[in-house]
């Protein structure tokens, strides 16, 4: 995988994983996308871009042909590690001082994933 950055988390890659992986077949434009995200979490549309940009380059979401706007559905391989990365990350509270490694990146919420790296 090019992009480590798709397994750091961040409360708005969170979101979007969810969405993503909880119907596979579905197709999604990042408007559609983040308009499907929980209101209350606050990703905003600049944020969903970025995070299917990164899937984009990594084949794990794949463009869907005949869209006017760029389009986008799961892969085999995307929906795998979409669930892997979201099951590693329902671990121990990442603020415990035995889960350092694993805290949380919340730049994605609000400004956009450009800084999430």
Excluded at 16 to 39: E, G, K, N
Excluded at 94 to 113: F, K, L, M, N
Aim: aromatic share 4%.
């Amino acid at each position: 995988m090019s992009s480590p950055v798709l397994t750091v988390r961040s409360a708005a890659r969170a979101v979007v994983y969810t969405v993503l992986t909880s119907d596979v077949q579905q197709s999604w434009t990042v408007r559609t996308l983040q308009q499907a995200l929980p209101q209350d979490k606050g990703v905003r549309l600049e944020a969903v871009r970025s995070v299917v940009y990164l899937l984009l380059a990594d084949g794990l979401v794949e463009p869907v042909a005949g869209q006017r706007a760029l389009t986008v559905r799961l892969t085999a391989a995307g929906a795998e590690f979409l669930g892997d990365v979201l099951a590693s990350w329902s671990g121990p509270d990442p603020q415990h001082p035995s889960a350092a490694r694993d805290r949380i990146d919340t730049s994605g919420v609000g400004d956009g994933e450009a800084s999430a790296a």
